[in-house]
């Protein structure tokens, strides 16, 4: 049997519209609108569409989008005032800055400077110990992004293998928290990983955060695991033009899996989607107000 395509796409359009739902309350019962600040240092084109896709996407759910484009040779201290002064704005509910910042800038200072209230990236380390320790925090937004498709497909993850590929701190180290806070037995697996495909082959789960174009080919995959394709990398497509693919060799994993994300249309589209959650939750904890059910972990 073919592969269940799980549509991130139209999942994502679905969370926006609660959140917009939420948003359009909460300015009709308290004359409150969200608000999130976004800031790009430097040039960079990849993260030039993304701001501008978040950008839109905030104001389509009725939110206020606040961008500051800083120069690729802004002083970390200019980075780090900006940082204090949205902290300090009861406008600014929610405050992203887009990685990577340029090499000159201490990119754990920064996002340690951000008030871990407004952190809806969800990077900050107090946020991150309490995600760690099962206590309320804000939730990375693509680890977030991929739960809410796993919860949605599975139902249950109790005592499912996982095996998330890559450790980074964006994407690999809170999926792993997030699954074990689901009661996986959770293994992640990085570039020393020993014999990978046997790792990946014992996987009820997998979740795939490497940033390599289709490196998880059909023949690591069990027969009806659940195939989570996080990697988003651009890659030339013969004519001149370039394309989006992800880390899983789609068709080899499609044949053998019970259920894969697309790239594009799986993850990508879940991350802008959980960032809105997440925005709406930060201005309901902001206002002692009770938070949308259903859009944290
Ligand atoms: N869909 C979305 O919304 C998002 C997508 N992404 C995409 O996800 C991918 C990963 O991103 P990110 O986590 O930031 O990447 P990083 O480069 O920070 O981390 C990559 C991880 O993959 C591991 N790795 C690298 N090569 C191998 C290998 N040959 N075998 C096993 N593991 C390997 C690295 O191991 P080690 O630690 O040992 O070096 C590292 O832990 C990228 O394609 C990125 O574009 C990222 C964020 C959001
Ligand atoms: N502080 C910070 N937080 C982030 O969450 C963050 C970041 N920095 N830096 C860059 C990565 C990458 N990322 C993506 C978001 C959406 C799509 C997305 O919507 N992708 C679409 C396709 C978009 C396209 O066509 O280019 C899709 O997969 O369907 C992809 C990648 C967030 N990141």
Not at 122 to 147: A, I, W
Request: with cysteine.
């Amino acid at each position: 049997m073919p592969a269940t395509i799980i549509d991130g796409k139209a999942f994502a359009a679905r969370v926006r519209g609660e959140v917009a739902g939420h948003v359009s309350r909460l300015k009709a019962d308290h004359g409150i609108t969200p608000g999130l600040a976004v800031v790009l240092v430097g040039e960079d084109p990849a993260s030039q569409v993304y701001v501008r896709s978040k950008g839109k996407q905030t104001v389509e759910a009725g939110m206020n989008s606040y961008e500051h484009r800083l120069e690729a040779d802004t002083r970390q201290e200019d980075l780090l005032a900006l940082v204090g002064q949205l902290n300090a704005d009861p406008a600014v509910h929610g405050i992203l800055v887009q990685l990577p910042l340029p090499a000159h800038i201490d990119s754990d200072l920064v996002i340690n400077a951000i008030d871990p209230a407004k952190d809806v990236d969800g990077f900050h380390v107090s946020n991150v110990g309490l995600l760690g320790t099962g206590q309320k925090s804000m939730v990375p937004c693509t680890p977030l992004g991929c739960l809410m498709l796993l919860r949605d497909h599975l139902g249950s993850l109790s005592g499912l293998d996982a095996v998330v590929v890559g450790r980074s701190n964006i994407v690999g180290k809170p999926m792993a928290q997030l699954l074990l806070g689901d009661s996986c037995t959770v293994t992640i697996a990085h570039s020393r990983t020993r014999d990978l495909a046997a790792v990946v082959r014992r996987a009820d789960i997998v979740v795939a955060a490497v940033g390599r174009p289709g490196m998880v080919t059909g023949d690591w995959i069990k027969p009806g695991a659940t195939v989570i394709d996080v990697g988003i990398n651009r890659v030339d497509a013969g004519d001149g033009k370039t394309r989006l693919v992800g880390d899983c060799d789609y068709d080899s994993c499609a044949a053998v899996a019970g259920a894969i994300t697309p790239v594009p249309g799986g993850v990508g589209p879940m991350t802008i989607a959980c960032l809105l959650a997440n925005t709406t939750t930060a201005c309901c904890r902001a206002n002692g107000l009770p938070e949308p059910e259903g859009l944290t972990a």
